[in-house]
């Protein structure tokens, strides 16, 4: 069984900046493309970054050039640079993991999501 663990949420400032962090138990994680997700209330889920087992990503157009995704196989962790925080980044932020990067598909797995909240 995989679980997925979120860090790193909070309240920022317009501007600012915050990296999220998602733990993963199980020996699956190599093999797996992980995903961050977010959903604002009242919205969908929505995709904002996806990363395959090779380091390829796929970002939403309205976080492209501000967010970074990345990962750590010997950490079994991935992670989430986001910079220049804009309200409109207010937030839950959910780890995700097995689907698809091209399609912006989820997985199966989920993390229990990680609040982040940009506000002055």
């Known amino acids: 069984q995989v679980q997925l663990v979120e860090s790193g949420g909070g309240l920022v400032q317009p501007g600012g900046s915050l990296r999220l962090s998602c733990a993963t138990s199980g020996t699956i994680f190599s093999t797996i493309a992980m995903g961050w997700y977010r959903q604002a209330p009242g919205k969908q889920r929505e995709l904002v970054a996806a990363?395959?087992?090779?380091?390829?990503?796929n970002y939403a157009g309205s976080v492209k050039g501000r967010f970074t995704i990345s990962r750590d196989n010997a950490k079994n962790t991935v992670y989430l640079q986001m910079n220049s925080l804009k309200p409109e980044d207010t937030a839950v932020y959910y780890c995700n993991g097995g689907g698809s990067v091209r399609a912006g598909v989820p997985g199966g797995y989920w993390g229990q999501g990680t609040q982040v909240t940009v506000s002055s």
């Open positions: 990363i395959t087992t090779g380091g390829r990503t």
